[in-house]
């Protein structure tokens, strides 16, 4: 019996819309496009701001120019013609003190809506035009009934984001008549000891509370709860999905036995920091449990994660396993497939790459040798995901640079294995609270701390007309045998226009303004080869000034260079911005970004200035949220993050922080329970999260 009630419950909340009073199949429409579909759908269609329209003045009390709240009773009514066939409509309202007037404008119908007598409410701005009067003001009329609960004013009345078509009055009575009647119907679906835990109030008061706030107070808990329930199964989900890994698949066991570990430590060309030892303990904890690991690496461009990507590969090696390392660009592939060459290749363990850039002879060679297990270590571009590149026993996922991948690509080259660990790395870090939502199913290792020796960088913003000033410093600088990047933007759109400027400005400075120096030009539009060659020639210090698009953004690594000059500065983002600067300041000469930029746009002038005013990742990644907003700076869609109503993942960390703690625990007392579809909770998962809800839980 209980059961029936239950169902029935639930669905009068999923009927469409249109089976509440006053909407019919036009107005569907039109809620539709606010995303309102059921009845459920409008009693969680939050405010987005509220008036206070509580408190009632005295009318003699009133002051011209306010918005105020006044009760009374109809004196008197009447529509006038005026010129031009206008009407106005006047009403008299008077209580104990005076009497005020409202005045509307063409709207001759009012005097159908108000009777004499009739007791009122009205909201608006207090003006004087010969007497006191508001224009158009909100009203309500209250009925003797219902006298104590007006819906429009008389209280602090809730003000919902609107979309043409359709007015705050008629959904405003719309979501009253739905808590009204529909409200008994939800049912509480946190666990009652979370709620009474925490003193929440209930969903349903909740609800009442957020639409219709007996106070301020009220309102708070009410905002407090809700937020929480949306972090809660934002958090549940991603428990969920991490759980489900970590369960059905086995992942393998490395054994932590010193020797080629002994070998690689020794051989090491410095002492490693203790951000960098901290998380190399929890990458080879991760490594010695059956589970698979799932750990993203997050640290500050130039912090030093390649060293800790190799000690994971020896670790892997060492085990028998195969390691794949995936880089974002050919010329970052090429760059570890170096680096990792020379410090592996002693110990035993030989290191391939794979890129598209080779022809396809060499490649369909290295792909066979791969699948033969040849190779210890593959390092490669997207290609390494292709299809055909199948790989014998890979133990290991390295992903360089995630941000710059798709979630999509992640997954797949996960697919290659069976059950290999992955660790993804990452240099735009961002603050805890908000990794924990977006890569909620990986565990984090963060290094906060840069190694030894590192002078900051010093960052200026300069306009054009000091460029001739800027170029003595350049060449003061090449004096003293420091290395130069100079980068031009790339804009998708406007690509072979930008490619001509950089190009030409190439073209300028080798045969004008640096004539007596070295200089090279690298895009992404080149050969491989060529590429190669370029970017050899800067590293051996063949050149002293490289002329780049962003294909030097990421993970480039050449200590030497210790200014870099980015053109156009207001055409990048900030993060971009920070991982170009990052190209500089890895040696111990000090090192200058220089933003060349005449930007003015408001947003263009916070970014140069947050670019000067910090070199600190994580702050400048706040900065660049703030700019931004989490959508833009995650790509959400991307994500596969939902889209929350009223939690705000930037401002609300602390119910975020305590959503996060009471789904842990909750998963991990009810782990169970929690997957029964009859479940309250699993339901409201389900229904949260329709579109996301595969890729949330599934991996
Ligand atoms: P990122 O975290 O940006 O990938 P890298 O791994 O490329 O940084 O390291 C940047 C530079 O710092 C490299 O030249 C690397 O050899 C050097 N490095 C890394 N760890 C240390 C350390 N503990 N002490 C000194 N130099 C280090
Ligand atoms: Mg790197």
Known sequence: MDNIQAVKKKLVLSQSAQFVKGVGPLRVKTLAKLNIHTVKDLLFYFPRRYED?????????????????????????????????????TLALGDDSGVIYAVWFNQP??????????????????????????????????????AHDPVHTGRIVPIYPLKMDIGQRYLRKLIKHSLDHYLENVREFIPEDIVKRNSFLGIKQALLNIHFPENFSRLEQSRDRLIFDEFFLLQLALGLKRKALK???????????????????????FELTNAQKNVIKEIETDMHQAQPMNRLLQGDVGSGKTIVSIWAIVVCAQGGYQAALMAPTEILAMQHYETLHKILSPLGINVTVLTSGLKKKEKEIIIQDISADKFRVIVGTHSLIQDDVKFKKLGLIIVDEQHKFGVMQRVKLHQKAIMPDVLVMSATPIPRTLAITVYGDLDISTIRELPPGRTPVET???????????????????????????????????????????????????????????????????????????????????????????????????????????????????????????????????????????????DAVKRLNAMTKTTDGFKIAEYDLLIRGPGEFFGTRQHGMPELKIANIITDTQQLILARKEASEYLGQFSQEIIDPRNLLFQELHNKFPQNSDSLLAR
């Not at 011209?64 to 006038?80: A, K, N, P």
């Not at 119908?109 to 508001?134: C, E, R, S, T």
């Not at 030009?521 to 050149?543: I, T």
């Open 460 to 602: 200026y913003w300069i306009s054009e007309k000091k460029r001739q000033d800027l170029y003595v410093f350049l060449k003061k600088k090449i004096k003293e045998k420091n290395q130069v990047y100079v980068v031009y933007p790339l804009v998708e759109k406007s690509k072979s226009i930008d490619l001509k400027a950089a190009t030409k400005m190439y073209e300028h400075f080798r045969d004008d303004v640096f004539a007596e120096n070295r200089v090279g030009l690298l895009h992404g539009r080149m050969k491989d080869l060529e590429k190669k060659q370029v970017m050899q020639l800067f590293k051996a210090g063949d050149l002293d000034i490289l002329v780049a698009t962003t294909v030097i953004e990421v993970g480039i690594d050449v200590p030497n260079a210790s200014v870099i000059l980015i053109e156009h500065a207001e055409r990048f983002g900030l993060s971009q911005l920070h991982q170009l600067r990052g190209r500089v300041g890895r040696g111990k000469t000090q090192a200058y970004c220089v933003l060349l930029s005449e930007g003015k746009s408001e």
């Open 247 to 269: 369960e059905t698949k086995k992942g393998i066991k490395f054994k932590l036995k010193s020797g080629l570990i002994e070998q690689f430590k020794k051989a090491l060309p």
């Open 109 to 146: 119908y009012m005097k159908n809506v108000f009777a004499m007598d009739d007791d009122v409410i009205l909201y608006g701005k207090v003006d004087f035009y010969g007497k006191i009067q508001i224009n158009s003001p909100e009203y309500e009329i209250l009925k003797p009934d219902e």
């Open 53 to 89: 329209r509580g408190n009632f003045k005295p009318i003699k009390k009133v002051i011209i120019g306010q918005l105020e709240t006044v009760r009374g009773r109809v004196l008197s009514f009447d529509t006038r013609r005026i010129k031009g066939n206008r009407t106005i409509f």
